[in-house]
Every structure is written in structure tokens, then in C-alpha cells.
């Protein structure tokens, strides 16, 4: 008979202080007036460590090196897409937004690549997953655009030639859904 190793934890115990609460709300509020007047403080200074309310859209977006953006696909040298349809990034996607048809490429090294490929950005959650599953480093976040709102559903949806930079996102004739 198999021997199971059990490992009892041991709950901890609540003191006295711990119960009536207080004590831990009054240590909650001094962790929260602590930020309060530090940014207080930076900001009066105009630290450049100190929290700022950006008025956007009127100021632009201050992103951060890492920040996920809208995606581009890449391309190869010969201005082909670098992807080969492997379909990775659809299959992974926790928001199924991505859309892709295969062909067979005329290059048989590459052997496939995308016919169509569409993002729907009113669905994605930039979450990235597509951008680390891609064998062949054809898909980025890092166009540094955020501004990707439109009127309609069907207009948040990009296709091949507007991820490549061949061709502006423009809005469609028609605005309904
Ligand atoms: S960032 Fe996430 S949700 Fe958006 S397309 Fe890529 S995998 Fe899908
Ligand atoms: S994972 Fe990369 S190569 Fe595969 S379909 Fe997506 S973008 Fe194309």
C-alpha cells in the first residue's frame, strides 16, 4: 500500500487586536495616507516620480517602454508576410478575436501562408498570448497605437493589409453593426 505524506498546516492564530479590527484599519488608513502625502509632497515639488492625472485625449498618452499596443504583423525582406498560417495565435487566443485563412505559399520552404488575417480589436483583451505563441516572431504588439475606438463593431476589426502598414484603418461607408 502506497504511504501518503499528509502536511498539516497550521492555521494561524487571530489575536485579540486582530478581531476587533481596528487595529488593522487604522494600519490600512496609515498605508493610504502614507502614499496620499508622499504624492502630496513630490507633486508640490513637481517631482518627476509623482502621480499625474494625464487630460486625455486633449494630452497624449504616456505609455510605458513595455506597453501592449495594437498589433502589426511583420513582413520579410521581400515585403511577403512573415507569417505561415500556422494558426498558433488563433488556437491560443483566450478571446477567440483572431480570424486567419490559409494558402499555399509559392515559397515551399515556408510551404503556407495567411490568406486572410483579421483581429478583432473590440473583443482582444491584450493579453499578448498571440504575440509569445508565434514561432516565427511574425506578430507585435508595439505599434504604439491606443486610439483604436471606432463607431462600429465592424470597424474595430483589422485586417491583413491595415496590420502590415499597407493600407490606413479608415472607417467603413456604413456605421451600423
Ligand atoms: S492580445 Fe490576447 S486577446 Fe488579443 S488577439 Fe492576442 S491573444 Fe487574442
Ligand atoms: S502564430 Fe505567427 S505564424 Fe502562426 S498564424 Fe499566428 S502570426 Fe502567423
Redesign the pocket.
Do not use: E, N
Given at each position: 500500500m502506497a504511504l501518503i505524506s499528509v502536511r498539516v498546516v497550521e492555521r494561524p492564530r487571530r489575536t485579540f487586536a486582530m478581531q476587533i479590527y481596528l487595529v488593522e484599519v487604522w494600519k490600512g488608513l496609515a498605508i493610504t495616507f502614507r502614499h496620499l502625502f508622499v504624492n502630496l509632497y513630490r507633486h508640490l515639488l513637481r517631482r518627476p516620480n509623482a502621480s499625474v492625472t494625464i487630460q486625455y485625449p486633449e494630452d497624449p498618452a504616456v505609455l510605458g517602454k513595455r506597453a501592449?499596443t495594437r498589433?502589426r504583423l511583420l513582413k520579410r525582406d521581400d515585403g511577403a508576410p512573415r507569417c505561415t498560417a500556422c494558426l498558433l495565435?488563433e488556437t491560443?487566443?483566450?478571446?477567440k478575436?483572431?480570424r486567419i485563412t490559409a494558402e499555399n505559399a509559392p515559397d515551399v520552404l515556408v510551404e503556407k501562408r495567411a490568406k486572410t488575417f483579421q483581429?478583432d480589436l473590440g473583443?482582444?483583451?491584450?493579453?499578448?498570448?498571440?504575440?509569445e505563441a508565434c514561432p516565427v516572431d511574425a506578430i507585435h504588439?508595439d505599434a504604439d497605437d491606443v486610439a483604436v475606438s471606432r463607431y462600429s463593431r465592424k470597424d474595430m476589426i483589422w485586417n491583413m493589409a491595415e496590420l502590415m502598414g499597407d493600407k490606413p484603418k479608415l472607417p467603413s461607408a456604413s456605421t451600423a453593426d
Open positions: 501592449r498589433h495565435c491560443i487566443c483566450p478571446a478575436c483572431i483581429i473583443m482582444c483583451v491584450y493579453c499578448g498570448y498571440c504575440v504588439m
